[in-house]
């Protein structure tokens, strides 16, 4: 390799594992990203998993549950970090200076000009991060700079833009993953109605806020509201009654009306494993909270199967005496 490559190679490390500091008032700080597994609708495993040292994620929805797959529109962006004089001392000064200077001196000279030119300087260096959780993140964050400085009060093409940063709460947003209840629950009979409700959904209400310290913060919250039912089949087969079935369903209590669930109307036993795959959905719309960006975005959606048999309900009729 190189040997101005593989300092600038060493160098790039080197910042990744730099503290967060305040472009304000440069301090130490603590690892900011965010990690949470989310199953997209097609079943892929995609991650929240946000490389960067300033934004932080916070709030009940970044943890505990899972997401939808939801893909931001630009997995990468530049974001604001140190101001000239603070930049030029990582790279001078401390062990790996020393270290960069043992690997070819001449390179590290050339290296460390740039931010040695912009001393005396107001602005801040820019770099770049990404959410490599996203299949399209590492390609994007490899098209952009490693440095960028700019001006007080202005961002660059490709910096960190408050609709991103919500995008970036929308990726990290959880949901508890629900367990279906049915009654009956083994086997249903045609005719027979079939109540279905949702257990541990926890707190109804998840958050999720993305904040650049002093800089901005969004948050989004997501709601539960709402519980879709698919039996499996066609129509003819069955018929949902969803009128009772608020946000979580409606447990059955005996002598009670039925007012969510399905009746099926036919047996399963011609179906593939003799049964009918019924979906629960649960629905959370989801807000920007103070309606801080001008868009809204889709609600996110978990849904749970389970293989509902249905058989005959058979009765015996003896003759009269």
Request: aromatic share 8%; charged share 20%; with cysteine.
């Amino acid at each position: 390799m190189h040997p101005m490559k593989a300092l600038i190679s060493f160098a790039t490390a080197g910042l990744l594992l730099l503290p967060s500091l305040s472009a304000q008032d440069p301090g130490p700080g603590n690892d900011t990203s965010a990690r949470g597994s989310q199953t997209g609708k097609s079943g892929e495993q995609l991650r929240a998993e946000i490389e960067s040292r300033r934004i932080k994620i916070s709030g009940n929805g970044a943890k505990g549950g899972k997401g939808d797959g939801f893909r931001m529109k630009r997995p990468c962006w530049y974001e604001p970090f140190l101001n000239a004089e603070d930049m030029h001392r990582f790279f001078t000064e401390g062990r790996d200076a020393a270290n960069r200077a043992r690997i070819d001196e001449e390179s590290r000279r050339e290296f460390v000009q740039p931010f040695k030119d912009r001393l005396g300087q107001e602005g801040l260096w820019w770099t770049p991060a990404y959410n490599k959780g996203d299949p399209a993140g590492a390609a994007c964050w490899a098209a952009l700079q490693q440095f960028l400085f700019v001006p007080p009060g202005v961002t660059p093409p490709s910096g960190i833009t408050i609709e991103q940063l919500a995008e970036l709460a929308r990726a990290a947003m959880t949901v508890p993953e629900q367990t279906v209840k049915l009654n009956p629950d083994a086997k249903s009979f045609v005719n027979l109605p079939t109540h279905v409700w949702l257990e541990g959904i926890g707190e109804t209400r998840r958050s999720v806020t993305a904040e650049i310290p002093g800089v901005m913060s969004v948050t989004v919250v997501a709601t539960l509201q709402d519980l879709k039912i698919d039996p499996g089949t066609t129509p003819d087969r069955a018929e949902v009654t969803a009128s009772g079935c608020g946000t979580a369903g409606k447990p059955y209590v005996k002598g009670g009306a039925f007012s969510c669930g399905v009746r099926y109307l036919r047996s399963s036993i011609d179906q593939p494993r003799e049964t009918y795959p019924l979906t629960v959905t649960a629905v959370w719309p989801v807000e920007v909270q103070g309606d801080v960006v001008p868009f809204q975005f889709a609600p996110v959606e978990l849904s749970v199967t389970r293989d509902v048999p249905v058989g005959e309900i058979q009765s015996n009729v003896k003759p009269p005496n």
